[in-house]
């Protein structure tokens, strides 16, 4: 599907009702390589008869496959998980290709994570039961219809199979908008269910803007539940287009996680660990924990620490194995994150490393941002309280325990975080009060059986594990 020339991939057609068609509309998106500020591919920017199409093929599909035995559903699931592996070289490439994450890790995070993902959700459907009893009342877990997945760039594999592989496991048909941003790899996961023979309309894709696409999706009567990724902003206006339908939104949103490090804990661990959670795909990770909370008479220490650890991160190309940091999504990204870190400077952030200027062994052309490490950052500032998206470590020191806590807390976020002491009792009674949906101990590792999802402006609903299934299913109880 995809044509390779001259470095460009174009791919217009869309894939509704099981076969790839062309677009209703002439309309096209240009796709960047971030690395090089060149246009590197065109895609269709579907038109609202597109996503009526793809919605009706996605509800006449839904009853056939809604009713089938859950265990054909998981072997789909696989086959997917499969179909990705078999092209992983492919799919790497892509994705380093339009997102500008370095290849090596988007490997490991673009790509084994969404394999695991769609093979986790096959093993619970086979083994989750449908239906449960209470006394004389049989209650049955059913499908909740159509579900419109919306996607953002920076994770895109990743966000697609923790959507797709929930929605399809319980029963749902689903209605895919990939971001417009880093669409390219996709079109390979569409090849792939085209490739299994998995039944007609159960899975339609339809690319597009926002605005044009993703706005006709939830507001569509024939959609049951919205299930979305991307920024806070563009969550709240889903919620309220969504609204006079009633249909069901989940939202998983922006983030400001802290990481506190209490006076007793290993400096060097946690600060090199916050270092490379804050840096993951040049600081485009919703979970980033971008602001480093530290006791003030170690500052200096841990200052050092965390300078000393960023030098590792060589920004360059993405396809040179020696980066580990890319360039960001976008040109606009780019300019956002410079100025978000002038200001900061403006505002009487000590500036530690980096800073706005670009690169000087890299030609320019990419987006390229410095890893910048800004400390004695005011907990009530621009830079503490935005979601920067971009390579930047804000440090902010507090006196007391009951301070570092408020520091913490004072956020319009509340997605992730983390919390270091030696002490492991009190690190646990600590991270119990961190209004945030996910919070690692110690380091504790990211899992995908544990629920995901945010508080406050992070969002609503869950992704991941059984609680991520459960979301797009509702429950039917018959009484005696
Ligand atoms: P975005 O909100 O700009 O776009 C996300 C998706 O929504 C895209 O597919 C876009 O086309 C679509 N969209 C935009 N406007 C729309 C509208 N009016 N109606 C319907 N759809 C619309 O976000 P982005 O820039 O792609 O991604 C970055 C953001 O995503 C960051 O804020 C990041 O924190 C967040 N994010 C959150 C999580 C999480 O799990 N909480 C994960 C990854 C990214």
């Not at 922006?254 to 006076?263: H, I, N, P, Q, T």
């Not at 009530?380 to 979601?387: G, P, V, Y």
């Amino acid at each position: 599907m995809i044509i390779q020339t001259d470095m460009s991939l174009i791919n217009k057609k869309l894939y509704i009702g099981g076969r790839w068609i062309d677009s209703e509309s002439k309309a096209t998106i240009d796709v960047f390589n971030p690395a090089t500020g060149k246009k590197i591919a065109e895609i269709a920017n579907g038109s609202k008869a597109d996503v009526l199409k793809a919605v009706h093929s996605a509800r006449q599909a839904f009853g056939p496959w809604s009713e089938k035995d859950p265990v054909l559903r998981a072997q789909f699931l696989r086959k997917i998980a499969d179909g990705l592996q078999s092209r992983s070289e492919e799919i790497v490439d892509l994705i380093s290709l339009d997102v500008g994450m370095p290849r090596k890790m988007a490997k490991i995070m673009q790509l084994g994570l969404p394999i695991n993902i769609l093979n986790y959700y096959a093993d619970l459907v086979e083994k989750y039961s449908f239906e449960e009893s209470h006394g004389d009342a049989r209650v049955l877990s059913k499908p909740l219809g159509v579900a419109a997945c919306i996607t953002p760039w920076n994770y895109p594999l990743f966000q697609i199979a923790a959507k797709v592989g929930p929605a399809l496991g319980s029963g749902c048909t689903v209605v895919l908008k990939p971001s417009e941003v880093a669409p390219l790899a996709t079109f390979v996961f569409a090849e792939i269910i085209d490739s299994i023979n998995l039944p007609a309309g159960v899975f339609n894709l339809i690319t597009g803007t926002g605005e044009e696409v993703g706005e006709v999706l939830v507001t569509s009567a024939d959609v049951d539940i919205v299930s979305f990724t991307g920024s806070t902003q563009v969550g709240k206006r889903i919620n309220q287009l969504s609204a006079p339908t009633l249909k069901k939104v989940t939202l998983e949103l922006g983030g400001k996680s802290a990481s506190v490090v209490l006076k007793d804990a290993d400096y060097e661990k946690a600060v090199k660990a916050t270092v490379s959670s804050c840096f993951l795909n040049s600081g485009q990770t919703c979970l980033a924990q971008t602001r480093l909370i530290i006791p003030e008479e170690d500052y200096e220490i841990c200052a050092n620490l965390a300078v000393s650890a960023v030098k590792n991160f060589t920004v360059g190309d993405p396809f040179d194995d020696s980066s580990k940091l890319g360039p960001l999504v976008s040109k606009i990204q780019q300019s956002r994150v410079r100025s978000l870190i002038d200001s900061a400077i403006h505002e009487g952030a000590e500036l530690l490393i980096g800073g706005s200027h670009l690169p000087i062994n890299l030609d320019g052309a990419g987006y390229y941002v410095l890893p910048t490490i800004l400390g004695r950052v005011n907990p009530n500032s621009e830079i503490a309280q935005q979601e920067v998206f971009g390579p930047v470590l804000s440090i902010l020191t507090y006196k007391t325990e009951q301070e570092a806590l408020d520091i913490a807390n004072n956020s319009q976020y509340g997605l992730s975080g983390a919390v270091w002491s030696r002490d492991i009792k009190k690190a646990q009674k600590f991270a119990e009060k961190i209004e945030t949906g996910q919070i690692h101990i110690n380091g504790g590792k990211f899992i995908l059986d544990a629920p995901f999802g945010g508080w406050k402006n992070s969002g609503r609903g869950h992704e991941l594990g059984l609680h991520g299934m459960q979301e797009y299913m509702s429950y039917r109880t018959l009484l005696g």
